[in-house]
């Protein structure tokens, strides 16, 4: 089995990908929506197919990029049912399993207290424990209908129970440190060992933490698995058209045979006709990879967004007129250009390398 636990370093987040090299299913557990594109070339780079992308609860602090996820690759949302997010595909309930790779299972742990809907995931000797049980503390219950006492009950009763070997991957660590156990966190944790229901409960009704930095916004996006308002409804209907073709297709087929229909030119020559001007240049990363950088006078037009946002720019009303478009490698682009193909453009080339070779062939 293929295990990898990836770091997110705005926001101290842990996410974890669980595949199988052989049948080719994978699991992501609290993805991060500006990793989006890690996660889609990791999963490709080992030939992997997403067959799942949970949450241990609706995050405060960070987005999620499981909507996303389930749009480019159809790959099934799942949340807690108290969580409020009716939108995942999958309503979450303590006890469920999640069977993949034939025989492999994870299964859910309730585990309220942080939020009302945080849950556990157990898979063979490892727990991920979301923000419940965090290396040396837990998570804080001042929001999102926390409970300290519930935050007692389940950590005391339901994770300190299991096998102490059991390995604890947490949803965070704000002090670099990876994966504790069940041993440990029951002996040394210390806002638990040794301590009463009413001392946990005296502890964290007095932490007194600032309120996270993106939870006005996290909170209203995550509850749509991450996607913001124009990212919902083009939910609805990338999920009628497109989901089927994405669930039995792989990403690295559908962008070699994209790279079979469309042109790619090179960024000298890209850099070439840009001089040249007339040309429409499209930005087709997610809005956070365009405002970390990107090529001058290019237009913001999210891969996600292509088939309903092409049609109403000014810019691509002439559908003859020459377009130019690139995302971070050239994958994506390839596709973009593919689809705007599809959508009648006659004219459009895809930058192979992306911005990467773009920013590369500057330094050079
Ligand atoms: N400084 C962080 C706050 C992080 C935070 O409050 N994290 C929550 C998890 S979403 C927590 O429970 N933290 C536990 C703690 O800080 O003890 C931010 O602004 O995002
Ligand atoms: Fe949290």
């Known amino acids: ?11 101290w987040t842990y996410t974890y990908l669980i595949a ?3 049948s080719k299913d994978a699991i992501l557990i609290d993805p991060v929506n500006t990793h ?4 889609i070339e990791l999963l490709a780079a080992h030939d992997l197919q997403l067959k799942y992308s949970l949450e241990t609860h609706v995050h405060a602090d960070h987005i999620t990029a499981s909507g996303l996820l389930r749009q480019r690759l159809g790959a099934q949302t799942g949340v807690s049912g108290l969580c409020g997010a009716e939108s995942a595909d999958i309503q979450i309930q303590d006890g469920d399993i999640f069977k993949f790779a034939g025989n492999e299972q994870i299964k859910v742990i309730a585990t ?3 939020t009302r809907g945080s849950i556990s995931f157990l898979w063979r000797d490892r727990l991920f424990t979301g923000d419940s049980l965090l290396i040396g503390g837990c998570g804080r219950t001042d929001f999102q209908g926390g409970d300290a006492g519930a935050q007692y ?5 339901r994770l300190f129970t299991l096998p102490d070997e059991t390995l604890v991957y947490p949803g965070h660590d704000y002090q670099q440190r990876w994966v504790s156990s069940i041993m440990q966190e029951r002996t040394t944790n210390p806002r638990l060992a040794g301590k009463t229901r009413e001392q946990f409960i005296e502890i964290m009704n007095n932490l007194n933490l600032p309120k996270p930095r993106l939870i006005d916004e996290a909170v209203p996006a995550n509850r749509y ?3 913001d308002e124009d990212q919902r409804q083009d939910a609805v209907a990338l999920r009628d058209e497109t989901l089927p073709i994405r669930v039995t297709t792989k990403t690295e087929d559908m962008v070699m045979t994209a790279k079979q229909h469309i042109t790619e030119i090179n960024v000298g020559q890209s850099r070439q006709l840009l001089r040249e001007g007339n040309i429409v240049l499209i930005d087709t990363r997610e809005e956070s990879e365009y405002a970390a950088g990107h090529i001058d006078g290019a237009l913001l037009l999210p891969r996600g967004m292509l088939e309903f946002k092409a049609g109403n720019l000014p810019e691509l009303a002439d559908k003859s007129k020459a377009i130019l478009i690139y995302c971070r490698l050239g994958n994506r682009s390839a596709l973009a250009a593919q689809t705007l193909q599809q959508l009648g453009y006659t004219n459009v080339l895809s930058m192979a390398g992306g911005f990467e070779a773009w920013e590369k062939s500057q330094t050079s």
């Open 225 to 227: 698995c991450g996607l």
């Open 20 to 22: 199988d090299p052989v």
């Open 112 to 114: 309220p207290g942080h």
């Open 36 to 39: 989006i594109d890690e996660y």
């Open 1 to 11: 089995m293929l295990f990898k636990q990836l770091f997110d370093q705005e926001t």
């Open 153 to 157: 009950d389940c950590i005391t009763q």
